[in-house]
């Protein structure tokens, strides 16, 4: 059992903070300032983390997945009301009144972001191998907090909407206030609500709280939107027309798949199950296709006669350097590795097969 609870200190369970980044005084005043850096402390980046193998913890030098990458625009968008909104002027609604309601619904969000990362943790714990479960559920604490601040912000929104909001301050000093403060809040607001779709909660915690915390994250506030909202304004005792269902169920449905997808691409590429890491994975090696044997004999030749110093060099999630050579194949440039021998994985490629094999290139 030791060796399954070993397996969480190894990304994609454990990984490196974010790159080094300013801290002390002067960078939290200006994370208050700007209010994106503010929301990015709390909520998670806005783009992928890369890490050197250096920087990485355990024998897997790649903390970020690409193609993973790739979900989370689309799912922030569509968890936003995207859809909801085109297929709303699709079918012939006005653009004031859906835009309306997605403010409503970000304030719902809210209200069910942390039920959804609870529905999301619990089963976590309770579904881990006996002995993981104190891992796992330490895994869980960062997006529990995180999600209990956000309850809180909402709580306290909530109240000043119910007992503060006939308040009628003095004219000139609620214009200052607006004047100074709405677009730091408005800037703040959107990014936090951004955020919470593409990451979930999720950052540094478990891998799967992401992809099953966005699903009940959607469904909620549809379904929140459909009781609180429509049933007491725009439909009160009718019946919605079809499109009002295909409009506000299109987005949770399409999030839906981009969960499963994600949930997939952990098993299969990093081992990740619902129980913990999966005995005896390996990662997946993907193949390179073969560059024209007379065009590798003649950068051979290059290498071999120090016409590669000036190459630029990018070392990947391993460790092993890669050149990036003069020569093109299939209209990219050829990738010369630096190994003692060539293998499947470590031979001359273009740019974008070594990055689907061995993880985002950074510069060395």
Not at 181 to 190: E, Q, S
């Amino acid at each position: 059992m030791s060796t399954a609870a070993d397996a969480y200190d190894r990304p994609p369970y454990r990984t490196p903070d974010a790159p080094a980044r300013a801290s002390g005084p002067g960078a939290w005043a200006l994370d208050v300032l700007l209010p994106w850096r503010l929301a990015r402390r709390v909520y998670g980046p806005f783009h992928i983390l890369r890490f050197s193998a250096a920087d990485a913890v355990g024998p897997v030098g790649q903390a970020a997945d690409p193609l993973i990458e790739r979900l989370l625009l689309p799912r922030a968008l569509l968890g936003l009301g995207v859809l909801f909104l085109i297929v709303r002027l699709v079918t012939g609604g006005g653009i004031v009144e859906p835009i309306g309601e997605a403010f409503s619904d970000s304030v719902l969000m809210l209200a069910t972001g942390p039920v959804a990362l609870l529905l999301a943790c619990v089963p976590l714990i309770a579904v881990a191998r006996p002995g993981t479960r104190g891992r796992v559920a330490r895994l869980c604490v960062r997006p529990l907090l995180t999600a209990l601040l956000t309850a809180v912000f909402c709580g306290l929104f909530v109240a000043w909407a119910l007992h503060g909001y006939d308040y009628e301050p003095d004219q000139a000093a609620w214009l200052v206030l607006a004047v100074l403060f709405g677009p730091w809040l408005t800037v703040f607001f959107g990014s936090v609500l951004y955020l919470i779709h593409r990451n979930a909660f999720s950052t540094g915690g478990h891998p799967l709280v992401r992809p099953l915390a966005s699903v009940p994250l959607v469904w909620l506030t549809a379904i929140a939107h459909a009781v609180l909202i429509d049933a007491v304004e725009a439909y009160p005792g009718s019946h919605p027309t079809p499109s009002y269902y295909v409009a506000l169920f299109a987005g949770p449905a399409a999030v839906t798949g981009t969960a499963v997808a994600e949930i997939v691409l952990l098993r299969r590429r990093h081992g990740v199950g619902f129980r913990g890491p999966l005995p005896g994975w390996r990662p997946p090696q993907p193949r390179l296709s073969a560059i024209p044997a007379p065009l590798v004999e003649r950068l051979r030749t290059d290498v071999a006669h120090g016409l590669s110093h000036h190459w630029p060099c990018y070392v990947d999630r391993t460790g092993v350097v890669w050149a990036v050579t003069p020569a093109v194949h299939t209209g990219q440039r050829v990738m010369w590795p630096y190994v003692p021998t060539f293998t499947e994985q470590t031979r001359p490629a273009v740019w974008a097969e070594v990055e689907a094999a061995a993880g985002p290139l950074r510069p060395r």
